[in-house]
């Protein structure tokens, strides 16, 4: 009996010792894993910067992208609704046309030419590139000016880029009225009759000179400038 008693304790010392090793190695790998979880956590932080970083550096080369977009059409303007004859076109067809609608507007233009391919179905818009970015100011802000176009059914816009264009889409389905004067925005809720307020975006990029294109034709529209473009050719309005 004595002997029964000292194997049933030995053997339960042994299961004993037995449990006690398994769960020291269970405690072992539960310790290892959780070394590996903060491996694998760290490597996800890791990653998670360095993807913050590459998107700040995304963000600051679009940025710059954007403004530099905006800087080339900074002298540019857009008008819809100018007829399109069937036939050919050529440049100084679209000077003459621009300064026949803005006869009492002394400019100096570097370029016209329809955007967009042909489609018979539809009018193309026009782009006009002024020289001097105080003229482009001083029409796509005269009142006057988009009326007496307006009852000719043109309209003129001024040369956007596609996130400015995105931008005020958006604010008008909010119920702003929204519009851009170079790199400002300027918003005011529809129906208020304060001053906009102006939301400054970027640079302007300076204000006031010319552009050179260097691509040089001398229109002479007879109001007493030059319309030097660089392709060479003399063209007379007949306005003077």
């Known amino acids: 009996?004595?002997?029964?008693?000292?194997?049933?304790?030995?053997?339960?010392?042994?299961?004993?010792?037995?449990?006690?090793?398994?769960?020291?190695?269970?405690?072992?790998?539960?310790?290892?894993?959780?070394?590996?979880?903060?491996?694998?956590?760290?490597?996800?932080?890791?990653?998670?910067?360095?993807?913050?970083?590459?998107?700040?550096?995304?963000?600051?080369?679009?940025?710059?992208?954007?403004?530099?977009?905006?800087?080339?059409?900074?002298?540019?303007?857009?008008?819809?609704?100018?007829?399109?004859?069937?036939?050919?076109?050529?440049?100084?067809?679209?000077?003459?046309?621009?300064?026949?609608?803005?006869?009492?507007?002394?400019?100096?233009?570097?370029?016209?030419?329809?955007?967009?391919?042909?489609?018979?179905?539809?009018?193309?818009?026009?782009?006009?590139?002024?020289?001097?970015?105080?003229?482009?100011?001083?029409?796509?802000s005269s009142k006057q000016l988009r009326d007496a176009l307006r009852k000719r059914s043109v309209r003129l816009d001024d040369d956007l880029t596609a996130n400015q264009k995105k931008t005020l889409n958006e604010l008008r389905d909010e119920g702003f009225i929204a519009y851009f004067r170079g790199t400002r925005l300027y918003t005011r809720r529809r129906g208020e009759s304060a001053s906009p307020e102006r939301i400054v975006v970027g640079n302007s990029g300076g204000g006031g000179g010319g552009s050179n294109t260097g691509v040089g034709n001398n229109y002479n529209t007879g109001v007493g400038n030059n319309y030097n473009t660089g392709l060479g050719n003399n063209y007379n309005t007949g306005l003077g």
């Open 1 to 140: 009996m004595e002997n029964l008693i000292i194997d049933l304790g030995r053997s339960l010392s042994r299961q004993i010792g037995d449990v006690s090793h398994e769960v020291k190695s269970v405690s072992g790998t539960l310790v290892d894993i959780q070394e590996q979880i903060q491996l694998k956590e760290q490597a996800i932080e890791d990653i998670r910067q360095t993807t913050q970083k590459i998107e700040n550096r995304i963000e600051c080369v679009e940025d710059k992208l954007e403004k530099q977009d905006i800087l080339l059409r900074r002298d540019n303007v857009i008008l819809h609704g100018i007829p399109e004859p069937l036939n050919f076109e050529t440049e100084e067809d679209l000077v003459f046309t621009f300064v026949c609608l803005l006869n009492k507007y002394e400019l100096d233009i570097s370029s016209a030419y329809r955007l967009e391919k042909r489609d018979d179905s539809k009018t193309r818009p026009v782009l006009v590139r002024l020289v001097r970015n105080r003229d482009k100011k001083a029409l796509v």
